[in-house]
């Protein structure tokens, strides 16, 4: 028995997310199918983190096993071919050892949110940032961010349907930076609750618009309520950039 870790890369916006669902094509099932195409096994394939529907990847991870061991670089290039035509790309392939596992060997998780700051929609980039039409400060949602870093119950920015056993985690880097039309916030931590990127980021949204001051969002995640949070910023500006092992 032979494992392996793929490093991946693809658009969120045609799949249900990234774990297998009975009535839509995923992320997992298009990866699993290709596999079975190039080497005749029915696996199963674990990920670094399960990404929601419409989210995408630069740095995706998954792991999984096979009967025999085959050169990684045919695996790649395999994995690439029959992927075809969903928007997946396998960038790396590697041997690791049998126990790795993508998801708990885990020690850090890096994501990427992308706003479109400007009165004009996205043509290009239209399920790829969130379109955001009236003027964003960054200062302030800086200085905001940086007061919840650390360990905290993150209640208010987690989805009512997290099933996490403890909403308590530890941000270890949240920073906000703007150019020209293009607002990247990028945050990282050992491991995330469901939706909760996403909740901080409509939250910043309203210190950007000036409707929130920086200790407000502060305010807002001590009360560890679910019904302080801002509106939840949509998929299609988040980012799955990176894992660290």
Sequence with gaps: MARFKLTLEYDGTPFCGWQRQTDRMSVQQALEEAIARFSGEIVATQAAGRTDAGVHALGQVAHFDLSKHWDPFRIRE???????????AVIE?????????????????????????RRAPAALERNQVWHV???LAVAPMQEAA??????????????AECQASSPIRTLDAFDVAGDGETI????????FLHHQVR???????LVGEGKWSPTDFRAALDAAERARCGAMAPA???YLTGVDY
């Design 236 to 238: 299609s500006g988040l």
């Design 146 to 159: 940086q007061l919840i870093l650390g360990k905290h119950d993150f209640t208010t920015f987690r989805s």
């Design 133 to 135: 039409p009236v003027p």
């Design 78 to 88: 395999a994995l690439n071919y029959h992927l075809r035509p969903h928007p997946v």
């Design 199 to 205: 909740s901080m980021v409509g939250s910043l949204k």
């Design 184 to 191: 990247a916030i990028s945050v990282s931590a050992r491991s």
């Design 93 to 117: 392939c590697e041997t690791v050892g049998a126990e790795f596992e993508a998801r708990f060997s885990a020690k850090a998780r890096h994501y990427e949110y992308r706003i479109l700051n």
